[in-house]
């Protein structure tokens, strides 16, 4: 009797901002970036000083190179020859300075802002 093929799975996990960890999640490489995202979304702890409102306010990171939605886990990575069976991928999250600065920016705003200019003629 033939063996069952196990079907292939990726292993990730994903590094937030502040270095601690989610998962390691299984995934099919015909997941899409944007559903990582969701997932990231999803279970994004809630003690956290930043929290994106959005899946399209997280970036990933794998291999250097920053992923883009609408491709696949299988597109995205590096052959995993090299690599032992089990081999866990860790993504960075990045939650671009656009979206922390916008929440950080209505604290400076509400100060009044006092202009002030001298010149001296000599």
């Known amino acids: 009797m033939p ?31 944007a559903s990582l995202k969701d997932r990231i979304l999803a279970d994004w702890p809630k003690d956290k000083k930043f929290i994106p409102k959005v899946a399209n306010d997280i970036r990933l990171i794998s291999f250097g190179k920053i992923l883009e939605n609408n491709k696949t886990v ?12 089990g081999f866990i991928i860790t993504m960075h999250v990045v939650v671009p300075p656009s979206f922390l600065k916008a929440k950080t920016e209505k604290k400076v705003d509400e100060t009044p802002r006092k202009h002030l200019c001298a010149c001296s003629i000599l």
């Open 3 to 33: 063996e069952e093929e196990e079907e292939e799975v990726v292993e990730l996990k994903f590094r937030l901002y502040d270095g601690s960890e989610m998962g390691p999640f299984r995934y099919s490489p015909a997941s899409t970036v």
């Open 74 to 85: 299988g597109q995205c990575r590096v052959t995993y020859d090299e690599f032992p069976k």
